[in-house]
């Protein structure tokens, strides 16, 4: 029944085509859609029959491994963003979603398939839901691509769903949460779904207003205030009390300049001196 099945494939559209592969997008007989693979490399097919699971369909024809792998229904990534304008919060949600996938296929798949497969063309929204399309560039496979590869592809994907970091905010700024996941997915620092799902999921529903932001940072002047209020206030007095010194210096300095340069009266009137009496009678 399985060959039957691969026989009356209809291919709609090719996705990928290498010489270790391809990824082609089929129609069934009754109209349902479907992912069929065909890999042409000889250890890449060992890879992915070592983390298939039995109920995936596979077969050998013409010495090509083929798999058919399930269609997801829904609108395109780039749709849902420019029709719904999806909110931080929904946009975390869907990525939640994702990443719930990835863990129930977690030992169903190769890790390899998720690694070549996750690209923001590759995903679908339907609802509330996220979806990866598993249509692999098989070119770029490696072997030995183990699930830290997968993990970090779709941190990748993820990174570019939500907001960027560099990117300004409509009412706000981006939230740490948001850096925070950028930086570890720059750095690599993803190795499992566990610690990636917490980053995901601490994401905020919206970012921070400025008025919040104002008022973190009055709370932070005020405790910083209160940590070093005293030494702020002796400073402060000991400068004023420099200050009025320094005043009163300066006053005292040029009230002795105006008593040296005062009128001293008119020593001589013509050709008389009236200092030492001169003229006088």
Not at 53 to 75: C, K, S, T, Y
Request: with cysteine.
């Amino acid at each position: 029944m399985r060959r039957e099945r691969f026989d009356h494939l209809h291919t709609v559209r090719l996705a990928h085509e290498s010489r270790a592969g391809c990824a082609e997008l089929c129609r069934e007989p009754d109209g349902a859609l479907t992912v069929r693979l065909r890999i042409a490399s000889a250890p890449c097919q060992r890879e992915f029959l070592s983390g298939l699971d039995e109920a995936v369909p596979v077969r050998m024809e013409n010495g090509a491994l083929e798999v058919l792998l399930p269609w997801h229904e829904g609108i395109s990534l780039g749709q849902w963003l420019y029709e719904e304008k999806p909110s931080l919060g929904r946009r975390r949600d869907a990525c939640l979603s994702l990443l719930e996938q990835q863990v129930e296929l977690r030992g169903k798949l190769p890790p390899c398939l998720t690694a070549l497969a996750a690209s923001p063309e590759n995903l679908v929204v339907a609802g509330r839901s996220m979806f990866l399309q598993h249509l692999p560039q098989l070119r770029r496979w490696e072997p030995g691509m183990d699930e830290a590869q997968a993990v970090r592809a779709v941190a990748a994907v993820i990174c570019q769903v939500l907001p960027p970091p560099k990117r300004p905010w409509p009412g706000g700024r981006i939230p740490e949460e948001l850096s925070l996941l950028a930086l570890r997915q720059k750095q690599l620092g993803y190795t499992g779904w566990d610690q990636l799902q917490r980053d995901v999921a601490a994401v905020p529903d919206a970012p921070p207003r400025r008025s919040s932001l104002l008022r973190a940072y009055a709370r932070c002047v005020r405790g910083w205030l209160r940590r070093y209020g005293t030494y702020i206030l002796r400073i402060s007095a000991a400068l004023l009390l420099t200050a009025a010194l320094l005043s009163l210096f300066s006053a005292y300095r040029l009230h002795t300049r105006e008593q040296d340069a005062a009128w001293q009266g008119m020593p001589r009137v013509g050709d008389q001196n009236l200092q030492s009496g001169e003229g006088g009678e």
